[in-house]
T-cell receptor
Framework: EDKVVQSPLSLVVHEGDTVTLNCSYE??????LLWYKQEKKAPTFLFML????IEKKSGRLSSILDKKELFSILNITATQTGDSAVYLC??????????FGQGTRLTINP | DTGVSQDPRHKITKRGQNVTFRCDPI?????LYWYRQTLGQGPEFLTY????????KSRLLSDRFSAERPKGSFSTLEIQRTEQGDSAMYLC??????????????FGPGTRLTVL
């Protein structure tokens, strides 16, 4: 059965801390891995990773994929209260549907 | 706003009633997807269209669910004889498929369905 597992499920940190969110997957016909941020509404796109070992970076967020070990991490440095959200990891299967993990709920306290 | 739009944003209905949701994708996108998200879970794939053709349906999509995309633009998702277990957020996404090139799926704000 195809599955995407995220850890931790919940994380509470103080503003300014650095966090690492984990995503492991076992999905047939893997095409790419995506990270989304969800704040009480639609998931908003963060990154798409297709190749191993190439870090994608956007401001304080970065992500990398390891296709041999079947996992990805999302790093957020110097966290801010606006980073509080659910972070979703998803695998694009067969260039069509996304298989999502359960999400990591991140809370940043001031 | 040129993003994905969904209507209505919230729907409360009584068990046994039929409901219909609409999704308008980003205008140049030829693929449209429906997902369902329950509380505390990630979205689950329901079905997707390429232009007007429905190319895949999940086994989650019982015969009470039907989706259409008649002119390859907007799509509707209808649930007949709603059950309390249908209560969820229904998310629509769209993407541009260019034959072998994987593009990102962009999501709409969702329709939150509550079945009483």
């Amino acid at each position: 059965e195809d599955k995407v597992v995220q850890s931790p499920l919940s994380l509470v940190v103080h503003e300014g801390d650095t966090v690492t969110l984990n995503c492991s997957y076992e999905v047939t016909n893997f095409r790419s891995l995506l990270w989304y941020k969800q704040e009480k509404k639609a998931p908003t796109f963060l990154f798409m990773l297709t190749s191993s070992g190439i870090e994608k970076k956007s401001g304080r967020l970065s992500s990398i994929l390891d296709k041999k070990e079947l996992f990805s991490i999302l790093n957020i440095t110097a966290t801010q209260t606006g980073d509080s959200a659910v972070y979703l990891c998803a695998v694009l299967q067969g260039a069509q549907k996304l298989v999502f993990g359960q999400g990591t709920r991140l809370t940043i306290n001031p | 706003d040129t993003g994905v739009s969904q209507d209505p944003r919230h729907k409360i209905t009584k068990r046994g009633q039929n409901v219909t949701f609409r999704c308008d994708p980003i205008s140049e996108h030829n693929r449209l997807y429906w997902y369902r998200q329950t509380l505390g879970q990630g979205p689950e794939f329901l079905t997707y269209f390429q232009n007007e053709a429905q190319l895949e349906k999940s086994r989650l999509l019982s015969d009470r669910f039907s989706a259409e995309r008649p002119k390859g633009s907007f799509s509707t998702l209808e649930i007949q004889r709603t059950e309390q277990g249908d209560s969820a957020m229904y998310l629509c996404a769209s993407s541009l498929w260019r034959g072998g090139v994987t593009d990102t799926q962009y999501f709409g704000p969702g329709t939150r369905l509550t079945v009483l």
